[in-house]
Each structure stands twice: as structure tokens, then as C-alpha cells.
């Protein structure tokens, strides 16, 4: 894969001139020289712009547009529903209730950061993404026992399904966004 842009070379640590053209092998910028070393093949022709986000990469865009919204939905109901618990008597700890709502507003910019650097097809996009999902991991399984612990004896099972569901489609996306050669090709600026 080709991109056209500065770059600086990791075979040989040369920082490429405006008019060279850096090369994109195994996830290694290359310099042509090194490039011509390392795989043996005659240069390929210049391209300029990186594919289109398409195919499976369209469910995280979706995802990263929608997330805020239903984060933050998510967060108004858990304030209500400690409103209602205290209402009727049961002791729910405001302290609980305030890291509901910072993990919540922390989810919403982290989206947002990362949106950006995946509409913009970031070299980091990747690597923020793998991030992203593993906070969300963390985060649902911080919300499950802290709610199994703090609210009065109820059904858990629909808290530890949901919780299964999201470890489940968050280590699925990480591999995806580790080893997926779309992701590779796409995310190179």
C-alpha cells in the first residue's frame, strides 16, 4: 500500500523528502529503497487517497454516532431510577450515583475523540478504538457488581446477560480491530 504523504521511514529512521513517496508494509512506513529490500517487488504506483470506511467498519461508525446518545439516555434513567429507590426508602449511595453519571460524561467525550480520529481516518483510530471497547468492558462490569451490591434483592440475571453481550461483542471488535486487514489499509493517516 502506498501513501503520499511525509512520512519518516521505521526500516532506516530517514525522514522522507515532500517529493518522496512513503510505502505501507506490515503496518511500517518504508522509504522506496527500503521498501524495493524488504519485499523484493518493483514499486507500486502512488495513491493518494485511502479507501472508503465500508463493510464491517460501518457498524463502529454507527456505533461511535449512536453511543453518545443512548450513553447519555442511559445515565438520565440511572439518575431517575436512584431518585425512585430513595424515594421509596431504600439507601442508595449518592456517591454511586455520581460516578454513574462521570463515567457516563467521560464515555460521551471519549466518544467523540475517537469519532474524530476515525472520520478521519487516523493511523491511531485502531488503536483508540481497541481502547474504547476495553473501557467499555471495564465500564459494564464496574456497573454490574457496583448495582448487584448497592440496589435491594432483585432478578441479576438480565444485568450479568447484558454484561456477557458486551464482553462478548467488545472482544470481537478488538480482534476485528487488530487483525483486520480492511482496517490496516483504511486507517493510514
Not at 453518545?68 to 449511595?93: D, K, M, Q, W, Y
Not at 483510530?125 to 448497592?150: D, E, G, Q, R
Request: positive net charge; glycine residues 4%.
Amino acid at each position: 500500500m502506498v501513501i503520499a504523504t511525509n512520512e519518516k521511514c521505521q526500516e532506516c529512521r530517514r525522514t522522507l523528502n515532500a517529493d518522496e513517496t512513503a510505502y505501507l508494509h506490515r503496518d511500517r512506513v518504508l522509504c522506496p529503497a527500503c521498501w524495493f529490500i524488504l519485499t523484493g517487488e518493483a514499486l507500486p504506483a502512488p495513491v493518494t487517497t485511502p479507501p472508503p470506511i465500508a463493510g464491517w467498519l460501518l457498524l463502529p461508525l454507527i456505533g461511535l454516532i449512536f453511543a453518545p446518545l443512548t450513553i447519555l439516555s442511559a445515565a438520565g434513567n440511572a439518575r431517575i431510577a436512584f431518585h425512585e429507590l430513595r424515594r421509596t426508602g431504600h439507601n442508595v449511595s449518592t456517591p454511586l450515583e455520581f460516578a454513574v453519571v462521570a463515567f457516563a460524561i467521560i464515555l460521551v467525550l471519549l466518544h467523540i475523540i475517537v469519532g474524530w480520529f476515525f472520520f478521519k481516518r487516523k493511523r491511531k483510530a485502531p488503536k483508540l478504538m481497541v481502547a474504547l471497547y476495553s473501557i467499555h468492558i471495564l465500564f459494564s462490569i464496574f456497573l454490574v457488581v457496583a448495582l448487584v451490591f448497592s440496589l435491594p434483592p432483585m432478578n441479576h440475571n438480565a444485568m450479568i446477560g447484558r454484561l456477557l453481550i458486551a464482553i462478548i461483542f467488545g472482544v470481537a471488535w478488538i480482534a476485528y480491530f487488530k487483525m483486520s486487514r480492511r482496517v490496516r489499509v483504511t486507517f493510514i493517516r
